[in-house]
C-alpha cells in the first residue's frame, strides 16, 4: 500500500532523485577506484609508455621490469622483514594490553574502577607532546631499539574503550554469576568465559592495531636511526625523494651494458609504481575479506559506554 | 567541623580501600601494567612539560634546570613566523573541517537513499579502502601523479590542451591537494557512522511522511537531518576538539622547499625545532600552546553545542 502510494504521489521528483543518485554514485566510484587502479596499471607498463601518457585505463606494453628492479631493491625488503614483525609482536602487545585495560574497567564491583577510567581518560585529551616523550623514550634506553616501535604506542584507550564496553554490555551478567559460583577466578573467568564469547570484537580491535603498525611512519621518524631497524613506510619515503639518486644506482638489466639516463630515470619511476603496490597488496588481498570487520568496529566505538 | 567529618571518611576509604584489594586484587594486578604504562608514557612526559618553562641542561635533568619563566612563550610570540604558523594550522584544518564534514553526511544520505542495492555495496567496500591506505602511500601517489609533465593528472591536462602545471611546487594550490586528497581518503570511512545512524532513524516517521506525499529531498530535510542530529553534533564537538591537530605526516611529507609558506605548521615546526635543532624548551613550550588551544576548541564546542542542541560530550 505505503509503496504504491509513493510511486503516484512522488514519482516524478522521486525519479530523478534516484537517477541523480546513481549517477552520482558512480561517479564518486569511478573517483575512488581509479587512482588505485592507475597505479596497477602503470606497475604493469613498459615505464615510457608511461611517461608518454599512453597509460590511463589499461596496461600498455606490459613489462616486469619495475617489479623486477623492486626485487634487487634492498631496502625495501629491510623495510618489509621490520614492518612484519613490528605489525605481529606489535599486535600482540596491543591486545594483552588492552585486554588488561578493558577487563578490570568493566567490572562494576570494583571500587577503584572510576578513579582509574578517568586516570586513562585525561590521557586521550592531554599528553606530554613530542619532546617529553621523546625524552623519557630516550631515558628508558629504546631509543633505536625495536622496542621503541611498540612499546610507547602499546595501548590505544579508544580500543580499549570498545572492547570494555563489548565486555559490559554484550556478554551475560549471569554467566559471571554462575562461574563465579563454581569458583572461579576473575582470572580463569577472562580466559575461559569473556574472551572466547568477544571474539567477534577483538578480532576487529585487533586488525586496527595492525593497520596502524603496517602504516606506521611516524613512530619510525622520530624513534630511529639505524637503517637496519627501519620500517617499510620510512624505506618507501626515501625511494620517494631520492629519484635521481636511485636512477644512479640502478645498474642494466640486460647485457645490453650501457644504459641512457632517460632509461633509468624511467626505470626509477616504475620502481615507485611497484613499491608503492607492493606495500598495499597485503591490504588489498586481505581488505575484501575483513571490510565487514572493520565498519562492525565503527558501530562498536560508536555505542557510548 | 570539617575535621571530624573528614576523619572517619577516610577511615572508611582506607578500610573499603583494603577490602578491595584483598578481594579484587586480581582486578587490581591485572591494571598494573596499565597504570605503569600510562605513568611511563603519559604522566612522566605531563611532568616533562615543565620544560616550557625552563632551559634545559642535561646534567641538572629537568628538576635542576634554571627557571626562564615564560620566555619561550614570548619568543613564539614575537617570532616572524608565528601568526604564519597558527595561520596554516587553522587553515588547513578549518578547511579540510569545511570540506570533508558536511561531505560525508551528504555522502552517507546519498547511499542510503541508493536504489540499486548492488551498487551501494560496491560502492561502500571501495570507498572505505582508501582509508587504510598508509599516508606515504598517499602521498607518494600525490607526488607521482602530480609530476610535471609526465605525471598522469598533467598527461590529462595536456589531453585537454592545458600547460603543465608542478602543483606541489606551488603555494595556492598545496592546501587544496591537502584537504581533497584527505576528503578521498576518509570520506567513505566517515560516512559509516552516519549510515548506522540513519538506518535507525523511526520507519514510522517515513511511512506518514511518505503517505502525506512528502518527496525523498523532503525527507531527507525534515526527518532524516533531524534524527541524527546528535550523532553529527557529537562528531563535530570531537573533530571541533582536535582542530589544531593536522596531520602531521602529511603535511610533512608534502612540504618542500617552494610550498614551505603556506606548508609549516605547527607540529612541523615543533618537530623541527625539537628533534633537528634540539632546542628542547622551546619546542616543548610550543607543543603545550597547541595542546592549550585545542583543549580550549574542545571545552569551547562542548558547552556551545550544550546552549545551542543540548548534546554534549559531558
Request: with cysteine; charged share 15%.
Amino acid at each position: 500500500m505505503v509503496k504504491k502510494n509513493r510511486i503516484i504521489s512522488n514519482s516524478v521528483s522521486d525519479g530523478t532523485f534516484d537517477a541523480v543518485n546513481i549517477l552520482i554514485n558512480a561517479i564518486l566510484l569511478v573517483i575512488f577506484m581509479w587512482p588505485l587502479w592507475f597505479m596497477v596499471v602503470a606497475s604493469l607498463s613498459d615505464p615510457y609508455e608511461v611517461n608518454s601518457g599512453n597509460v590511463v585505463l589499461w596496461v600498455k606494453g606490459f613489462s616486469l621490469n619495475g617489479y623486477r628492479e623492486l626485487l634487487k631493491y634492498e631496502p625495501i625488503w629491510i623495510g618489509y622483514r621490520n614492518t612484519i614483525l613490528y605489525t605481529a609482536l606489535g599486535t600482540v602487545i596491543n591486545m594483552v594490553m588492552t585486554v588488561l585495560c578493558a577487563y578490570p574497567l568493566s567490572r562494576k564491583e570494583w571500587m577503584a574502577r572510576n578513579f582509574w577510567l578517568k586516570f586513562c581518560l585525561i590521557t586521550m585529551y592531554f599528553g606530554g607532546g613530542l619532546i617529553p616523550t621523546y625524552l623519557v623514550v630516550k631515558g628508558l634506553g629504546l631509543l633505536d631499539t625495536i622496542w621503541a616501535m611498540m612499546i610507547p604506542g602499546a595501548l590505544s584507550f579508544y580500543n580499549a574503550l570498545i572492547v570494555r564496553n563489548y565486555f559490559m554490555n554484550s556478554i551475560p551478567v549471569d554467566l559471571f554469576e554462575s562461574a563465579k559460583l563454581d569458583g572461579a577466578t576473575h582470572g580463569q573467568y577472562l580466559l575461559k568465559v569473556a574472551l572466547p564469547l568477544s571474539k567477534p570484537v577483538l578480532s576487529v580491535v585487533a586488525l586496527y592495531y595492525a593497520v596502524g603498525h603496517w602504516n606506521d611512519y611516524y613512530t619510525a621518524l622520530i624513534y630511529i636511526n639505524d637503517r637496519k631497524l627501519i620500517p617499510l613506510q620510512s624505506a618507501m619515503k626515501d625511494l620517494m625523494s631520492s629519484a635521481q639518486v636511485l636512477a644512479a644506482q640502478i645498474t642494466p638489466l640486460s647485457s645490453e651494458g650501457m644504459m641512457s639516463v632517460k632509461a633509468k630515470m624511467e626505470l626509477a619511476m616504475s620502481l615507485k609504481y611497484t613499491t608503492i603496490i607492493a606495500s598495499i597488496i597485503p591490504m588489498l588481498i586481505v581488505y575484501p575479506l575483513v571490510q565487514k570487520h572493520f565498519v562492525k568496529g565503527v558501530m562498536l566505538g560508536a555505542i557510548k559506554g | 567541623m570539617q575535621n571530624k567529618k573528614k576523619l572517619p571518611d577516610m577511615h572508611g576509604f582506607r578500610q573499603r580501600l583494603k577490602r578491595d584489594l584483598k578481594s579484587n586484587w586480581i582486578l587490581w594486578a591485572m591494571f598494573l601494567p596499565v597504570v605503569i604504562y600510562y605513568a611511563v608514557f603519559n604522566y612522566a612526559p605531563m611532568y616533562g612539560i615543565l620544560l616550557a618553562f625552563k632551559k634545559y641542561e642535561i646534567k641538572k635533568g629537568i628538576l635542576g634546570s634554571p627557571w626562564v619563566g615564560l620566555k619561550y612563550f614570548e619568543r613564539f610570540f614575537s617570532g616572524y613566523n608565528s601568526w604564519n604558523l597558527i595561520r596554516n594550522t587553522l587553515g588547513l584544518s578549518l578547511y579540510s573541517f569545511l570540506a570533508g564534514f558536511p561531505l560525508a553526511i551528504i555522502f552517507a544520505l546519498l547511499l542510503h537513499y541508493l536504489t540499486l542495492g548492488k551498487l551501494k555495496k560496491v560502492v561502500q567496500m571501495v570507498s572505505y579502502a582508501p582509508y587504510f591506505i598508509s599516508t606515504v602511500v598517499i602521498c607518494n601517489m600525490l607526488v607521482l601523479f602530480m609530476t610535471p609533465d609526465t605525471g598522469i593528472f598533467n598527461i590529462l591536462l595536456a589531453k585537454l590542451g592545458l600547460e603543465s602545471v608542478s602543483f606541489l611546487s606551488m603555494p595556492e594550490y598545496f592546501k587544496s591537494i591537502y584537504v581533497w586528497s584527505g576528503v578521498w581518503q576518509s570520506m567513505g570511512w566517515s560516512a559509516i557512522i552516519y549510515l548506522s545512524a540513519l538506518a535507525g532513524v523511526d520507519p514510522g516517521l517515513h511511512e506518514s511522511a511518505i503517505i502525506d506525499g512528502a518527496s525523498k529531498l523532503k525527507r531527507i530535510l525534515y526527518i532524516d537531518l533531524p534524527s541524527i542530529r546528535s550523532t553529527i553534533v557529537m562528531l563535530m564537538i570531537m573533530t571541533l576538539g582536535g582542530i589544531m591537530n593536522v596531520g602531521f605526516e602529511k603535511v610533512y611529507l608534502l612540504q618542500n622547499d617552494l610550498n614551505f609558506s603556506v606548508s609549516d605548521v605547527i607540529s612541523t615546526y615543533t618537530y623541527r625545532v625539537g628533534l633537528q635543532q634540539a632546542d628542547f624548551g622551546y619546542s616543548t613550550a610550543i607543543g603545550l600552546f597547541n595542546t592549550l588551544i585545542n583543549l580550549v576548541f574542545l571545552i569551547g564546542s562542548n558547552a556551545l553545542s550544550r546552549k545551542a542542541t543540548g548534546e554534549s560530550l559531558w
